[in-house]
């Protein structure tokens, strides 16, 4: 009897861990449990740690918590211009509410499918509103932003889920397309390099107009300073040859002749022919009668009187 009684207390105990290890499952810190009844949810896990479970009637169905991305197949979408374009985009989405989620989707698999449909018309309705140059540029950031709030808006609270981004892993252009497409960003360029060019002229002109402006300015200023310093010279040299020729009106009248010959017979090829006649000849011995002084040494000079004014 003892013998039979260590039997059964082995078995139970054989038992009860089997039942036990059944019923336990673990909940790690990426994931998280939906204990369900005969496929019906009853219970939310998203701590993690040790739970347990009635076998065979309950069941462990684990969500991931991690950001998930999924890629959508290339779509041959058109542009608001009619052109063909060729996108590749990919999600990155993360679940929030595991009950709702499970509940109208089950699987990720099946949210990712669903999903997917409703980012294929959201790229339809968005690049079909776009111009292709927004596109090809670093505009098309922009163009990302918005499908990804309309995929928030459309996806994001029925599936239970968080729309993190959107992006366009590559933008194609079909062959027979891009010609007419490189022909008009080609035009385009040209456009804005004229445009460019004729802005430059433009403002090329108004600086040398500026600059002319300033040089007409600046010589007359510099004209009208000459001609006051000039006319104020005049004015001076007037007065000096007046106090000049009041103290000595002889003498001023021989150095003005003087002068006079030295610029009307300057020159090393003048030659004057005629008799020295004339007032301009008035200071020389007009009849030839001067007698050539004595030779010997010339008397010192001597200094001429003071004259205080005309004779």
Known sequence: MRNKASVLAIGAIIV???????????????????????GEPKRVLTEPGLYFRVPVIESVTYLDKRVRNFDVEPQLLLTREQKRVLISAFVRYQIVDPLKFYQVAKTTMNAEGQIGSVLISTLRSAVGNTPMTDILTPKRAELMSLITQELTRQAAAPYG??????????VDLPPQNSEAVFTQMRSQRAQEAAGIRADGARRALELKAEADKERVVTLAEAQRKSSITRGEGDAEATRIYNEAYSQDPKFFDFYRSMQAMQLGLGGDNTTFVGAPTGDFFRFFDREGTAEAPAK???????????TTGPE
Request: cysteine-free.
């Open 296 to 306: 010997g040494p010339a008397p010192a000079p001597q200094s001429p009187a003071p």
């Open 161 to 170: 889920i968080r729309i993190v981004d959107v992006r366009f892993q590559r």
């Open 16 to 38: 009860l861990a089997i039942g036990l290890y059944a019923a336990a499952f673990t909940v790690n810190l990426r994931e998280t449990a939906l204990v369900l009844q005969f």
